[in-house]
Antibody
Framework: QLQLQESGPGLVKPSETLSLTCTVS??????????WGWIRQPPGKGLEWIGS???????YYNESLKSRVTLSVDTFNNHFSLNLRSVAAADTAVYHC???????????????????WGPGTVVAVSS | DIVMTQSPDSLAVSLGERATINCKSS????????????LAWYQRKAGQPPKLLIY???TRESGVPDRFSGSGSGTDFTLTISSLQAEDVAVYYC??????????FGQGTRLEIK
């Protein structure tokens, strides 16, 4: 059974970099049918997609966060990671990793629905 | 980006009664070449991650009870729980993937027991 687990610091200082890792177990991250994504939910707000990555390294980012986000993948250790630079209080949220189903249409990938989610990790931005 | 709007924001339904949650998209989610609606529904219980219930607007995920059903096409969609159970108390989200990337979610609908 596929499981995802987020890990990383629960507290980050303003202007610093938030770094999280998602470890995948019970299945391979090197799947040609899936991307691996990050989604967050700030307190009292809705779900926001951050970005997603393919095992080969292809990435898609939310335009609103693109200038601050980098995703990476480690197929040997079966995990993928999120770096969010220059954080502020508005980045305080529960961060989830998840698996995307994808399609390949007209030469590009389309991100579909998310069928497996990690439990989430709370990250607070505060000095 | 496609904006997803759910209604109502919250509702209370008696046990055994029908619960209906609506989701409206700012543009059609129906892909003409395959006649599929690019919409999913999730259930989020307190302290848990979202759980996929429905995709392609009406396909139930494996293991999801058949009291959950999805319907609609184009810009208007509905999640129906035919007979509410206590364990269905949760926040429900719709998500579009027609315009992906990005994918976008509705703001959520909180379902409680009356």
């Amino acid at each position: 059974q596929l499981q995802l687990q987020e890990s990383g610091p629960g507290l980050v200082k303003p202007s610093e970099t938030l770094s999280l890792t998602c470890t995948v177990s019970g299945g391979s991250i090197s799947s040609s049918s899936h991307f691996w994504g990050w989604i967050r939910q700030p307190p009292g707000k809705g779900l926001e997609w951050i970005g997603s990555i393919f095992y080969g390294g292809h990435t898609y980012y939310n335009e609103s966060l693109k200038s601050r986000v980098t995703l990476s993948v480690d197929t040997f250790n079966n995990h993928f990671s999120l770096n969010l630079r220059s954080v502020a209080a508005a980045d305080t949220a529960v961060y989830h990793c998840a698996r995307h189903h994808v399609g390949y249409v007209s030469g590009s990938y389309r991100l579909y629905f998310l069928d497996n989610w990690g439990p989430g990790t709370v990250v607070a931005v505060s000095s | 980006d496609i904006v997803m709007t759910q209604s109502p924001d919250s509702l209370a339904v008696s046990l055994g009664e029908r619960a209906t949650i609506n989701c409206k998209s700012s543009q059609s989610l129906l892909y003409s070449s395959n006649h599929k609606n690019y919409l999913a529904w999730y259930q989020r219980k307190a302290g848990q991650p979202p759980k996929l219930l429905i995709y392609w607007a009406s396909t139930r995920e494996s293991g999801v009870p058949d009291r959950f059903s999805g319907s609609g096409s184009g810009t208007d969609f509905t999640l129906t729980i035919s007979s509410l159970q206590a364990e269905d108390v949760a926040v429900y989200y719709c998500q579009q993937y027609y315009g992906s990337p990005p994918i976008t979610f509705g703001q959520g609908t909180r379902l409680e027991i009356k």
